[in-house]
């Protein structure tokens, strides 16, 4: 795989672990299952950069989103 899928699929599991979290905190429950979620998010994110010749920069983030779709899509 490469690595703008691994950023893809991060940025997708730590975006939907949020709400989850904010969840489990205002029903005063521990958000186990939603942290773990959001660790390997921010794990997939940071592998991604890290890996990346050059890592990536905030401008272009959009970008590969769109591209990573673009390439599964069709």
């Given at each position: 795989m490469?690595?703008?899928l691994y950023?893809?699929?991060?940025?997708?599991?730590a975006v939907f672990s949020v709400?989850?979290?904010?969840?489990?905190?205002?029903?005063n429950r521990t958000p186990r299952v939603a942290a773990i979620?959001?660790?390997?998010?921010?794990?997939?994110v940071a592998y991604a950069a890290s890996q990346k010749p050059g890592g990536y920069s905030i401008?272009?983030?959009?970008?590969?989103v769109v591209k990573v779709?673009?390439?599964y899509v069709n």
């Open positions: 490469d690595y703008d950023l893809v699929i991060g940025l997708i599991v709400p989850a979290v904010v969840s489990a905190i205002s029903d979620a959001l660790i390997a998010g921010g794990a997939l401008d272009q983030v959009p970008d590969v779709i673009a390439k």
